[in-house]
């Protein structure tokens, strides 16, 4: 090959150099990137599963998936692919904002329920206030519980307390009885239905006020303490007593009840058909 050929083949490499260097290059996530999200996609699983989360565990485990995404997420290609310091700042925030937003929505999806315990001074005034809104004088209240169930009743117990405070006439003890069907959460019963015919019919109910005052003073009061409850018919209770039955702990007593679905309907909270119930 003579000299000048090789001065042409030099030049057409630099051309093909140059060429390539004006290409934009693709850029690719990195295994180690990979390994982070997975890691992160972990973690959501874990906490999605975990049999016993606390709002304390499921920070920590939110807080250990940002952690575990914000490498991968700040080398995205849609970050380091700009030409640009100021527009791979913007990227690099949209990015990160992105991510946070997506794990603090999970978050809030696994957020544990709010189990029973002791009221806290603050519930406690919320559920005085809400019951104080109300006149009970004229009502009878009976607090009552499964009478093999010692953890409920001991629960229970504080809101006798609660209700006399409120100026509502309670009794002072807590009432075990065995229901025929009894239910799972907080239920408040009024006289209703035919006993004879009750115990004949699986299906068998009575007529139950969803819009009396007294029940959605006391509805407001559990709901707020993060509770919503149930209502139905008992033909043994006299006409001015009211019963709040204290059944075992359901899975989340935030859940909406029939009775929520219909209180809301009733006063206009909720539109459409009257709700059917879910049971």
């Known amino acids: 090959m ?5 001065i042409r083949h030099d030049a057409l490499l630099e051309k093909i150099r140059e060429l390539e260097k004006s290409i934009p290059r693709r850029e690719r ?26 709002p304390l565990r499921v920070c920590i485990g939110l807080i250990c998936m940002v952690l575990l995404a914000t490498h991968p997420t700040l080398h995205l290609p849609w970050v ?27 978050g809030w999806y696994v957020w544990p329920s709010i189990k029973r315990h002791t009221l806290t001074a603050r519930e406690q005034a919320s559920f005085e206030n809400a019951l104080k809104a109300q006149k009970g004088d004229d009502l009878e209240v009976q607090i009552a ?25 309670v009794e002072s003890y807590i009432t075990r ?17 035919n ?3 009750s115990l004949k019919h699986w299906d068998a109910g009575g007529y139950f006020a969803i819009n009396e005052p007294h029940l959605l003073a006391v509805q407001n009061a559990f709901q707020l303490i993060h509770i919503e409850i149930e209502g139905g018919t008992n033909p043994d209770i006299p006409d001015n007593v009211m019963t709040i039955y204290f059944g075992p702990e359901r899975e989340n007593e935030a859940e909406p009840t029939n009775l929520t679905r219909s209180t809301e ?14 049971q």
């Open 177 to 193: 009885i065995t229901l025929t069907r009894a239910r799972d959460g907080i239920t408040v019963y009024r006289r209703g239905g």
């Open 145 to 169: 519980c499964p009478s093999d169930d010692e953890k409920t009743c001991t629960y229970a117990e504080q809101f006798i307390n609660l209700v006399g405070k409120s100026g509502w006439k």
């Open 265 to 278: 309907w009733a006063t206009g909270k909720r539109k459409g058909p009257f709700p059917i119930s879910q």
């Open 29 to 54: 996530i990195s295994t180690p990137d990979i390994i982070l999200w997975c890691l992160a996609g972990v973690m959501a699983v874990g906490l999605y599963l975990a049999p016993d989360k606390t």
């Open 80 to 106: 380091i692919g700009v030409d640009s310091t100021p527009k791979k700042i913007i990227h690099s925030l949209v990015a990160m904002l992105g991510m946070i937003l997506l794990i603090g929505l999970y």
């Open 2 to 6: 003579s000299r000048e050929d090789h």
């Open 195 to 197: 006993k004879d015919y």
